[in-house]
């Protein structure tokens, strides 16, 4: 007991606990998983460490999604750090050959004047030697190469020969490092050197810039130039100007899509997600290609896929989806998305999923279409429902058979009979889960399912509204409205809702949601698809759970309301009253023991309906039984819990009497025989039964009369109940039976007989 306790105890605290705290000690960091698991398992069975695992696996999807959250919520704040960054090592690579070039300036300008102050000592004769020089045309292989390379950049900028250039340039480089340290350049042809080199950096630079933005650069040339430009010093731009470069060229794609395709539909649809994704898949192939999983760049592509697929989320809602949402065309947007959906899965191979992106965007049109669906189907049912004659059918030609993949024959065969207004729902159903059907890929069918079991509450409202005393209780139908609904009259008819609700509930709506979980359509995909479908299951078993609450409440109704007839006079009166009981003990002579008559009304309510149930329920015929189980359970109930019933029976004005004793005793006698013959004798109600018995003996036993003997042997009551069930049935036959003094036959008169009958044929 106390280990139980204290796993309870336990248990308790843990729910009572945050996320954050059920995970601090997995963030200790000496934390021991071996230890951790080898303490708690030391002392559980079986069943305890299952329980164990399947916490452990819990714990891990919570805190799975508690970083996924968190990564989501700081993941613009991240994003905006990153591009910060880039910015500013792109300024500190400016700032770094700014510097480099000033330095250069400055060591050129010392020398210079240390050059200066000796040609000041010795002019004349570093005059003669420099004019002998230039008189001879001699001048140094170094500053010879300077010329040359000088002349060659201009023509390699000039004719656009990029890895050239880019080869001059590291060349020229190379050179003035050398001359830095060995002082092969005079100070002049330095300065000219190091000026050059950073002018044609900058003319270069630009020159690859106005190729990336060039539309008709495409594929190695556009990857090739930002490459250049990312080595020249200049990546953040060279990243941003290839983004641009696929954005203008999808933007010079989408006037000529608008033009070739009309702007609605599968078509449109197609070729605009293709266009689009195609796209964005490119350009990460070439940042891929160029920058490789530079966390900045990643971003910044990351960034700017969300920011297309935006845009084309935006254009597909324009163009396709806010009309046939609008209009409840659920078939057309959710194809539309489906179709966008599977293109944007391409992309995760790229490790871009833009899915998420689709859904929160998608999600307001795909709930407006199941919405205005829902509307639709609910508005027609309420409308057919007040002209519905409650006469159960078969679908009218050309509906939906119950089974597709049954022969023609055995489908026609399986039909279901409904009335019109529940064949008319069923088949908007079966249209409207088929048209959601590619809902289920999008993880979006949790909504379809739960506008289903709301139409469905509503159609049972409409239902419960035709009931005859429902005018009592339609305050508390929520969605009924003031809508008017045709009274089922008869008991056939009223058999008839219960027969609606419990076919559309158990059958015919779970084979229609069988539409949101289709079998995969390769072989490849099998074990996922099939694992998918094993994780939808308790969710589809819960919805249909929640069907069948609905159906619940529509019986409880049908039986509150016929028990209520039942006990009740027009007058508010009750048939099933203590006085019955005490007042046998007033009469002079035995009375003839027969059932009474409330408990006779009883038996006959529910012979009439069993005969209906039979034919209304076929295959269906554990409703049937726990429906009429239902309803002796509702009578019998009443009667335990009448609390002035049984002040009257125990206290008085007169108590109950031994006779009275026996006629109580029959009368549940009469109810356990005929319930237990129907097959429809709950555990329940023998319990209720046999409390009422007890507790009337013991009103006898209290005012110090033996109950016990005053009453009959048991099998006396069982054969008095038995012949009143063939009385009430019309199957007796006592012509020929010799009548005993004691045989429970002799205590019914020939009076009493006919008085049965007559009553029974009323």
């Known amino acids: 007991m106390s280990r139980t306790s204290s796993k309870g105890d336990s248990a308790e605290l843990e729910g009572n606990l945050t996320l954050s705290d059920r995970l601090k000690v997995f963030k200790n960091s000496h934390f021991d998983p071996n230890a951790f698991v080898t303490s708690k398992c030391q002392t559980m069975n079986e069943k305890e460490i299952r329980h164990l695992c399947s916490y452990l696996v819990d714990l891990k999807k919570a805190s799975a999604e508690e970083m996924r959250k968190s990564v989501y919520a700081n993941y613009a704040a991240f994003i905006r750090t990153s591009r910060e960054i880039s910015d500013l090592e792109g300024q500190l690579i400016s700032m770094r050959n700014f510097l480099s070039t000033q330095a250069a300036l400055v060591h050129g300008l010392s020398e210079h004047a240390c050059i200066d102050s000796l040609w000041a000592a010795s002019e004349d004769s570093i005059a003669d030697d420099h004019l002998s020089n230039l008189d001879e045309g001699e001048l140094s292989e170094s500053e010879d190469w300077l010329i040359e390379l000088l002349d060659n950049f201009e023509v390699l900028l000039a004719e656009r020969r990029v890895e050239e250039a880019m080869q001059a340039l590291e060349k020229g480089e190379e050179l003035a490092t050398e001359s830095r340290k060995k002082h092969s350049l005079s100070p002049t042809a330095l300065v000219t050197l190091e000026t050059a080199i950073r002018n044609q950096r900058q003319k270069l630079a630009y020159q690859l810039a106005e190729a990336i933005s060039q539309p008709s650069t495409r594929g190695q040339e556009l990857r090739s130039a930002v490459l250049a430009l990312k080595n020249l010093g200049d990546a953040p731009l060279a990243h941003t100007l290839l983004l641009n470069s696929h954005h203008q060229k999808l933007k010079s794609s989408l006037p000529s899509l608008r033009s070739s395709n009309s702007s609605c539909g599968r078509a449109y649809t197609v070729a605009l997600s293709q266009i689009v994704f195609s796209t964005i898949a490119q350009a990460a192939s070439d940042s891929l290609a160029v920058y490789g999983e530079e966390p900045a760049y990643t971003s910044e592509l990351v960034t700017w896929a969300v920011r297309e697929t935006e845009a084309f989320a935006f254009l597909l809602k324009r163009h396709v989806l806010a009309s046939s949402a609008a209009s409840g065309g659920l078939r057309v947007a959710a194809e539309c998305i489906h179709i966008c959906m599977g293109h944007c899965s391409l992309l995760e191979a790229r490790g871009l999923s833009l899915a998420p992106v689709l859904l929160r965007l998608f999600k307001p049109i795909i709930e407006q279409a199941v919405n205005a669906n829902l509307k639709k189907i609910e508005e027609i049912s309420a409308a057919l429902a007040a002209a519905d004659d409650w006469l159960l059918i078969y679908p009218p030609a050309g509906g939906r058979p119950f089974s597709s993949s049954a022969s023609l024959g055995s489908a026609m065969a399986s039909q279901p009979k409904l009335s019109s207004s529940a064949n008319r729902f069923n088949s908007m159903i079966q249209d409207f889960l088929e048209d959601a059907g590619p809902l289920e890929s999008l993880q979006l069918d949790g909504s379809a399912l739960g506008g289903v079991l709301q139409v469905f509450n509503s159609y049972v409202n409409l239902l419960m509204r035709a009931l005859p005393s429902s005018s009592e209780t339609e305050e508390s139908l929520e969605g009924s409205g003031s809508k008017i609904v ?263 008169s020939a009076k009493s007989v006919s008085s049965i009958v007559s009553h029974g044929s009323n």
């Open 486 to 748: 045709r009274i089922a009259e008869t008991e056939s008819q009223q058999l008839a809702l219960l027969a609606n609700a419990s076919l559309l509930a158990d059958d015919l709506l779970p084979y229609a949601a069988m539409k949101l979980l289709p079998l995969p359509p390769r072989m490849d995909e099998q074990p996922k698809r099939s694992s998918e479908r094993q994780s939808r299951l308790p969710e589809q078993r819960e919805w249909k759970k929640k069907l069948q609450r609905s159906v619940d409440r529509l019986r409880d109704s049908f039986c509150r309301q016929h028990a209520l007839d039942l006990i009740f006079t027009e007058d508010g009166d009750t048939h099933l009253n203590a006085y019955i009981y005490t007042s046998l003990d007033d009469n002079v002579e035995e009375p003839e023991w027969f059932p009474s008559p409330i408990l006779q009304e009883l038996f006959m309510k529910l012979s009439r309906m069993a005969s209906i149930a039979t034919d209304m329920f076929i295959g269906r015929e554990r409703f049937a039984t726990v429906l009429l189980m239902r309803l002796t359970e509702t009578v019998i109930l009443w009667l335990s819990d009448d609390q002035t019933f049984w002040e009257e029976i125990e206290e008085g004005p007169k108590p109950l009497g031994p006779l009275g004793l026996q006629q109580l005793y029959l009368d549940m006698e009469f109810v356990l025989l005929f319930s237990s013959q129907g097959r429809y004798l709950s555990r329940n109600l023998h319990q209720v039964i046999k409390n009422i018995i007890a507790r009337a003996i013991d009103a006898v036993a209290a005012s110090g009369v033996d109950p016990y003997s005053t009453l009959p042997e048991d099998d006396w009551f069982a054969e008095v109940a038995q012949i009143a069930i063939k009385m009430l049935t019309g199957k007796a036959n006592f012509g020929n039976v010799e009548r005993d003094a004691t045989s429970p036959t002799a205590s019914v």
